[in-house]
Each structure stands twice: as structure tokens, then as C-alpha cells.
């Protein structure tokens, strides 16, 4: 079975920081990658891309999010993390991992951020 786990989120302060992470386990373990990343989604707002990192190591980030988030993968474990620094009341969204393969995407379950003001 293929799992695709979050964690990290949580309620912060504007200004503060958070650390998203992203792991999985099951099939996709067997598979190279060829990217993973988040997305995000704010109520009544459609879901968008906040960062990707592709299996050579390019990442891509939303002009939103530009100098304040950085992506990071740790290969080995197929794991993602997304440090997020200077926080604002915008960025308050369900955050969501991305993982790409040759034959599909996969979703996890979304991870709560809330940016207080």
C-alpha cells in the first residue's frame, strides 16, 4: 500500500517558523522519484503549488514564498522537508505532499498551518 505521511504543522506567530516533512513508505519506496514538493490550499481558494524539488535536485518555488521557504530532500529516504521562515497570516493553509513517479502522483492527507497576526 502506498502511504505519503505530513507532519510538522501547527499554529505560529507572524514572523515565526515552521518545519514541514514529508515521508513515504510502501510501493513508492521502490520507485525513483521524480518529484516531490507541496501544495497548498486556503479555504474557498483552489490548490497551488508552493515549492517542488525534481529527482536531479532543481527546485521551483512560488513567487509567494520566494526567500522566505526553502525545500530540501534527503534521497536515501525519500523524504522532503519544507522550511518555512517569516511566516505571515497568509500563508495559513492546509499544506499538502506532492510525490510524482513515472506512472502517477500521489496525495497525502494535508497538515494544518496557521500563521497568527
Known amino acids: 500500500q502506498v502511504q505519503v505521511v505530513e507532519s510538522g504543522g ?10 514541514l516533512s514529508c515521508a513515504t513508505s510502501g510501493r513508492l519506496n521502490l520507485y525513483a522519484m521524480t518529484a516531490m514538493g507541496w501544495y497548498r490550499q486556503a479555504p474557498g481558494a483552489q490548490r497551488d503549488m508552493v515549492a ?4 536531479g535536485g532543481h527546485t521551483i518555488y512560488a513567487d509567494s514564498v520566494k526567500g522566505r521557504f526553502t525545500i530540501s530532500r534527503v534521497n536515501a529516504k525519500n523524504i522532503v522537508n519544507l522550511q518555512m521562515n517569516d511566516l505571515k497570516p497568509e500563508d495559513s ?5 506532492k510525490v510524482i513517479v513515472p506512472y502517477g502522483d500521489f496525495w497525502g492527507q494535508g497538515t494544518q498551518v496557521t500563521v497568527s497576526s
Open 10 to 19: 501547527g499554529e505560529v506567530q507572524a514572523g515565526g517558523s515552521l518545519r
Open 93 to 97: 493553509a492546509v499544506y499538502y505532499c
Open 52 to 55: 517542488m524539488i525534481r529527482s
